[in-house]
């Protein structure tokens, strides 16, 4: 092949790749969210399966959980764009273009998309369940003196199952993480560290949320996570005996 030829297919290629740009795709904010759940998640993992004296900080990672899914809630409503729900929630027909491959778009694909919402889902009610769980013996959730005895056995009992089915969803989680990145080429950890990544150019770049609206999500996270501390409880100190008067028999 001369070498006009090969200087014109690879003019050719370089005509024919797609333009990218760089853009933040994740912003700080949810970078720092992310980072922070799977430190509170590994936390209450391993101090769940320790037990004994681990559980008070066991306590503290689900306290800490729940403030963190009620920011996460709240940004994606008012945060930025790629991490709002109204961008990156799938309708059928995006699944299913995705599956045809098909699809195009920035940040969470739709399988992607709807394994965070699981993830979110499920870490909202475990911790919930938490709050109210007992165990008699080395941990009392702090709103466990909210609800009646009964209740308070089952949802320790759902803290219990539920705990399998997040380690499913983990486990799915991190293997779908290790696939784009070894098969498909696709770095997802990269930009949750950096933030940035390189999109198809034609793609509208991300806005970032505004100032205000990371103070009302760190303000309501704050709020659900002093809400579920029980510090709000007001536990009043328990009455004194009455005391017994006694009546002296007459000296005679």
């Known amino acids: 092949m001369a070498l006009q030829d090969i200087a014109g297919d690879a003019r050719d290629q370089v005509a024919t790749a797609p333009a990218t740009i760089r853009v933040e795709l994740w912003d700080l904010p949810i970078r720092i969210f992310h980072w922070s759940l799977l430190a509170a998640v590994a936390t209450a993992i391993v101090t769940g399966k320790l037990g004994g004296e681990w559980m008070g900080l066991h306590g503290k990672a689900g306290i800490t959980i729940v403030g963190l899914i009620a920011f996460r809630v709240v940004w994606g409503l008012v945060g930025s764009t790629t991490a709002r729900f109204s961008h990156f929630v ?20 739709p399988l992607g998309a709807l394994s965070v919402l699981a993830l979110l889902g499920l870490l909202a009610v475990q911790a ?15 709103l466990t003196g909210l609800v009646n ?19 499913i969803l983990l486990g799915l989680h991190v293997a779908a993480i290790v696939f784009y990145g070894a ?36 303000v309501l996270g704050l709020g659900a996570a002093y809400v579920a501390s029980g510090l709000w409880i007001k536990i009043e100190p328990p009455k004194p005996a009455p005391e017994v008067t006694r009546t002296h028999a007459p000296a005679w």
């Open 149 to 167: 005895e009964d209740l308070s056995l089952k949802l320790t009992s759902w803290h219990h199952q539920l705990a399998n089915v997040l380690f």
């Open 90 to 109: 799938p309708t059928p027909f995006e699944v299913l273009a995705y599956l045809q491959g098909k699809w195009q778009g920035m940040g969470h694909n």
């Open 128 to 142: 919930s369940s938490g709050l109210f769980s007992s165990d008699d013996i080395a941990f009392t959730g702090p």
């Open 183 to 218: 098969v498909k080429k696709d770095k997802l950890l990269k930009p949750m560290v950096t933030g940035w990544k390189d999109v198809p150019a034609d793609m509208p770049a991300p806005r970032r949320g505004r100032r205000i609206a990371v103070i009302a999500a760190v």
